[in-house]
Structure formats: C-alpha cells, structure tokens
C-alpha cells in the first residue's frame, strides 16, 4: 500500500472512530474532504496527538466547515489555527488541563486573551475546580468589547472567591444586559464582578449572650 493511500486510510479510520465515539454526523451521508484536505488535515491531527493535545475539537471545527461548505484550504486553515491556539493553551495550563478547558482556553485565546492570563487562572485554581465555563464567559465578554484585562482581572477575582457556576453565569448574563443597555463594557464587567464578590455578612447567634440566657 501507498504512503498517500496508508494516509487516506488512516483519515477514514480517525474520522470514523470519532463519529462512533462523539456521535457526530456520518461524513459519508454529507461532504466530503478532497483527498488533499484530507492529507493535511492528518499532518494536523498527527502533530497535535503527538504534542498531547486533543483532537476531537479538532475534527469537529473540520466537519464544521464541511457544514457551511467552506473549501478545502479554508478547513486546512482553521483546523491549523485551532491547533496552534489549543497548543499554547494546553502548554499554558498544564498536563492536569482536561480536553474541555483546553478547548474553552482556546476560544479565549481567539477573542484576545493572552495564554499566559489563561496559565495565571489555572494554577490560582489548581485542581479545585474546572476552568471551562471560567474561560468561556472570559471569551464571551472580551467580545463583547470588555477590555482583555478588566475582562481577566474580573474573571479572577470570581474564582478566587469561590464562585460556583450559577453564579458566574449570572455574572455573564449581567454584564451581557448592561452593555446591551449602554454600559460601557469596562465599568460593567467590574461593577458585575465587584457585586458578585462581595460576601453575603454572616449571621451572628451572640454565642456570649446566648451562655448568659442559659444560665
């Protein structure tokens, strides 16, 4: 067998092991690759399985422009860029980054966020808890037009305090309708995040007055 056919096969056998596994659409009941897409969509996924990276997000951005019937060299293209942008952030955050928050790091990095900001949130973090709704709502509000690092310094301030998900969606959606309604996005990501942050005051039983009822 050919090296070019070796390839081919080993395309249709990748493609086919993450359609049984993602349940995504069968690409022979839709279109197709031209064979030297498909070459150099392998070269991709080779590289990037070899650099430890996952590859299902790369083949969901390749069938995702088979879907809006983009060409061959702008599926090559976006599958490249999607793999540099998931390079940097799985070398940003770590082997202990799961395949979803590399995916989530990497929407980030496209709408601006620097790797090393992504790297800053993952080791504040640690193993406490998942950073993929973190820096999806990083993205969403950086496009938005909220500068990268209100947008960082925001998103930071939640998780060290401890946020939990409601929470940090509810942030998202707020400052999602504050710029809606005018707000500059800059004083509408820290108002949010601010107001977010600030810690419920804790009741007080009076234990000492309590002792002396007892008594």
Known sequence: MSKSKTRSFVVAALVSAWVVSAGAQDP???PKLDNPTKVAVLAIIDTARAQGIPVE????KMYEGLGKGADGPKIVAAVRNLALEMSLAHSALGAVASTDEIKAAASAMHAGV???????LKKQSGLRRS???PFTVLADIVSRGVPVGTAANAIRSL???GAKDKEINDFQ???KA??????PPAAAAETRAKASGEKKPEKSDKPEEMDKIKL
């Open 28 to 30: 022979r009941t839709g």
């Open 57 to 60: 997000p790369l083949m969901e």
């Open 114 to 120: 620097p790797a090393v900001e992504l790297g800053k």
């Open 131 to 133: 950073l993929t709704l």
């Open 159 to 161: 998780v060290g305090a």
């Open 173 to 175: 959606r707020n400052v």
């Open 178 to 183: 504050d710029i809606q309604q005018g707000a």
